[in-house]
């Protein structure tokens, strides 16, 4: 049985050192007792530097209300799903991040720690900022084109603009 429970626990720590994503343990306070290479490398502190600390010393100044309400929620036994948030690294460059956050429980269901693993999204939501401005400016572009302008999707008319619809005295494109 010690066998199976050491090589449970060689995997579980393979898992956790070659994840793409930063992995971090903390305790119910908040305190960081796990950092893996992938926080490194996202974060920028070593493990000797994070290992520790306050899980706020990746919390901007401005997010620190909300870091300590997650903290509080997950060491109270409630689980986090894909939190969209902002964190900083040690340079203090803030990124935006999606972390899962869950508790850990002993054997008598005390919570005795915290779990997150961290994906940086930073790139994901600059492309959907670009995406949104490039449709406004095409809505913008359309909404004051002078001639009538219709996009037609499978033989149904999904968008018209407004000279469009004042040509046929329409006040959307399912009235043409």
């Known amino acids: 049985k010690r066998r199976a429970v050491e090589r449970a626990n060689q995997r579980l720590k393979a898992i956790v050192e070659f994840s793409a994503d930063a992995i971090v343990a903390a305790t119910p306070e908040g305190i960081i007792t796990d950092w893996n290479p992938a926080a490194e490398a996202m974060y920028g502190y070593t493990s000797s530097e994070a290992i520790g600390q306050s899980i706020m010393i990746i919390s901007p100044e401005q997010l620190l209300g909300e870091s300590n309400d997650v903290t509080a929620s997950v060491a109270g036994g409630q689980y986090i799903k894909l939190m969209q948030t902002r964190r900083q690294r040690k340079d203090g460059t803030v990124i935006d991040v999606a972390m899962t956050i869950s508790p850990f429980e002993d054997h008598a269901g005390n919570v005795v720690g915290l779990s997150s693993v961290h994906m940086d999204i930073t790139n994901q939501t600059k492309a959907t900022k670009a995406l949104r401005a490039s449709e406004e400016r095409y809505k ?8 009538g302008l219709m996009v037609v999707c499978d033989g149904k008319i999904v968008f018209a603009n407004p000279c469009l619809l004042k040509i046929f005295g329409a006040a959307s494109p399912s009235d043409m």
Do not use: I, K, T, V
Not at 140 to 147: K, S
């Open 140 to 147: 913008l572009l359309a909404d004051l084109m002078p001639d």
